[in-house]
């Protein structure tokens, strides 16, 4: 009997908890050129990387969100393109109709990213690895003060917007 009300209590405090579940990650797009190979690998290395990043999300059904992490990496050196990487890391997430509302665009915009992030940089390394390229290892990104800043960034628009 005693069992049986702790085993109702944690399931009481389990549904009563915020629910987030990652149901799967896995790759949605990948490329990778080296558009002036062999030629580059003779030149002196002194590269120039660029890094561009972009999160998207769309929600799949109820509770359930598709977020994609895009990262694409340019290396120059001087006017000519070594590589050019690009992934599309992807996940999908339920997250539980107990998480407010106020919640779900950190947790689909930082949350969910910081997860994919570790997944779209090996990805990367690998691919600059089979290229024969110098080991290219991404610096880790903060997406809270990433998203952080988007917010405030939003929020300046629109105040600009109503003092016009």
Known sequence: MADEQQNAGANAQQQAEPQFA???IYVKDISFEA??????????????VSVDMNVSNSKLEENLHEVVLTLTVKNTIGEETAFLCEIA?????????QVPEEQLPGLL???C?????PYAREAIASLVNRGTFPQLNLAPVNF?????QHIQQQQAAQGQKLDA
């Open 22 to 24: 990652i149901q799967r």
């Open 35 to 48: 558009p002036n190979s062999p030629a580059i690998f003779r030149k002196e290395w002194s590269p120039n």
């Open 89 to 97: 890391q992807a996940g999908i997430f339920a997250i539980g109709s």
């Open 109 to 111: 915009a930082a949350f």
């Open 113 to 117: 990213p910081n997860i994919l992030f």
């Open 144 to 148: 809270d003060a990433v998203f952080a």
